[in-house]
């Protein structure tokens, strides 16, 4: 199966390359875990390779989620909705779940022949809209279906009650029908300063099994941390400045000529942001590592 990149610095190498084209994500995570900030770093990348994307939120209007965007970097976001390439589906849970069943197949043939990412955000009032498990599953089943015909998906699920346990129904439904499972574990009022994440399913690629630290930066987003690199410090923001500096000076020309210029324009626009950073707690080498592997630039 062709491997697309996440957008994820450092999430590629624990999923065997990327994620499988035409395949479903479920990324589970309580409140504040950086569920719809991974999911528009995917979106995002997907938009730089001339990928289409449909946010369909189910929580948060599309304006509050363009104005977090653009506060985690993302600047250029509305001149993607703008042109068309981005486009937002604002539903509430009950009115979506008639959607599904009376007007999906229809929205479905007129995205036929594009190569969409889709963003489904969060996934679990689709499931309260339905008493029954079985009703659950079929509605949800149906709508993986009939998603993957346009392209690649993505969708967030609440994680409520006690931290770790995936067998709820409205978390062990989706499991079972995605192709890709991320756990993001975050304890807020326990450990603030904590998280790690673990892939628990991918289908058809080798995986990492075990937990890794990641963390959350303004210009980069989302980032996952080798274990072994979680120890690195840099000594003052001016080191890790020279660090970043010295690395993109080492780029062969060659290799960020394949780069399409959204792509490039969003590489410089993170390490810009990066380095008016006045503190650093993360490993600068590493990060940088982390984005290069990203756009296959090392």
């Known amino acids: 199966m062709r491997k697309i990149r996440s957008g994820v610095y450092g999430l590629n190498p624990l999923m065997d390359g990327g994620v499988n084209e035409n395949t479903t994500t479920v990324v589970i995570g309580s409140s504040g875990a950086g569920k719809t900030t991974l999911a528009s770093q995917f979106l ?8 289409d994307a449909i946010f369909i939120t189910l929580d948060e209007a599309p304006a509050q989620i363009v104005k977090e965007s653009k506060l985690m970097g993302w600047e250029d976001i509305e001149e993607y909705i703008d042109n068309d390439q981005m486009v937002f589906v604002d539903a509430g849970g009950k009115q979506f779940s008639k959607f599904i069943q009376k007007e999906l197949a229809e929205f479905v043939d007129d995205w036929a022949g594009h190569r969409a990412r889709i963003v489904i955000d969060p996934l679990t ?12 599953r079929e509605l949800v089943s149906f709508l993986l279906r009939e998603t993957r015909k346009i392209g690649t998906v993505l969708c967030t699920i609440e994680e ?32 603030p300063e904590k998280r790690d994440l673990k892939i628990v399913k991918c289908r058809s690629s080798k995986h990492s099994r075990a937990w890794h630290p990641y ?7 989302l980032y996952i941390m080798p274990v072994e690199d979680t120890t690195k410090r840099a000594e003052d923001a001016e080191r890790a400045k020279g660090i970043i500096e010295e690395m993109l000076s080492k780029i062969p020309q060659e290799k960020t000529a394949r780069l399409t210029g959204k792509a ?3 590489i410089y626009r993170t390490v810009d942001m990066l380095l008016k950073e006045d503190s650093w707690d993360v490993d600068p080498e590493g990060l940088i590592h982390l984005i290069l592997q990203e756009y296959e630039l090392e």
């Open 44 to 51: 995002r990348r997907g938009l730089e390779s001339g990928e």
């Open 125 to 136: 009032p689709v499931l309260w809209s339905v008493e029954d498990k079985y009703g659950q």
């Open 215 to 221: 963390g959350i930066m303004k210009g980069v987003g």
């Open 264 to 266: 490039l324009t969003n």
């Open 160 to 191: 409520h009650g006690v931290m770790g346990d995936l067998s709820g129904p409205e978390i062990i439904i989706p499991m079972y029908l995605a192709d890709n499972v991320i756990h993001l574990r975050y304890r807020s009022h326990e450990s």
